[in-house]
């Protein structure tokens, strides 16, 4: 008789971006990154490689809020962010933070439309260039308030890219 092999986990298949909500282990990134995974993980620069659950998402919006389950590890944590539920104006200044490779990468630009990909008007077009590991990541206005989170691009265009808006996000979570 054949002992029973171990079945063999893929470290890390997708990397991408998220941030902290509250200081209670609470996480927001795009539902895209994590679908289908077997394991989600997440570290930032004072917590190591920390599992987490899913709570929520809303794939109409591609969101998902996460939570570590190592309640003790998120305590201290000083959450820098707020959620803006403004409308922006078009052109406003707008920037980026993300992991699209192991260091942060800062973008910086505007709002190119009030609308996403064919008229979305969960979304907004931004002239910031995104990459794979910017989903997820927080879109700033120039107070530092969250007005999006990082969804995508369109391949065929450059310095292009997508986010869903914060009030969408604040309606989904509240609802």
């Given at each position: 008789?054949?002992?029973?092999?171990?079945?063999k986990y893929a470290p890390a298949n997708f990397e991408g971006t998220g941030f902290?909500?509250?200081?209670?282990?609470?996480?927001?990134?795009?539902?895209h990154m994590i679908?289908?995974?077997d394991?989600?993980?997440?570290?930032?620069?004072t917590t190591t490689r920390t599992l987490t659950k899913l709570v929520f998402s809303d794939p109409s919006i591609d969101i998902a809020v996460l939570k570590?389950?190592?309640?003790?590890l998120s305590k201290g944590w000083s959450v820098p962010f707020v959620f803006s539920n403004r409308t922006l104006d078009l052109g406003e200044k707008v920037y980026t933070l993300g992991y699209p490779r192991e260091d942060v990468v800062y973008g910086e630009g505007s709002l190119s439309s009030l609308n996403g990909f064919k008229g979305d008007t969960t979304m907004y077009q931004i002239s910031i260039p995104v990459n794979p590991g910017n989903s997820g990541g927080p879109l700033l206005d120039e107070q530092g308030a969250v007005v999006g989170l990082v969804r995508g691009k369109i391949t065929s265009a450059e310095a292009t890219g997508f986010a869903v808006k914060s009030k969408e996000i604040i309606n989904t979570i509240n609802a």
């Open positions: 008789v054949k002992a029973a092999e171990k079945p902290a909500i509250n200081n209670k282990g609470y996480l927001v990134t795009s539902l679908k289908g995974a394991s989600i993980f997440v570290e930032n620069g570590i389950e190592n309640e003790e």
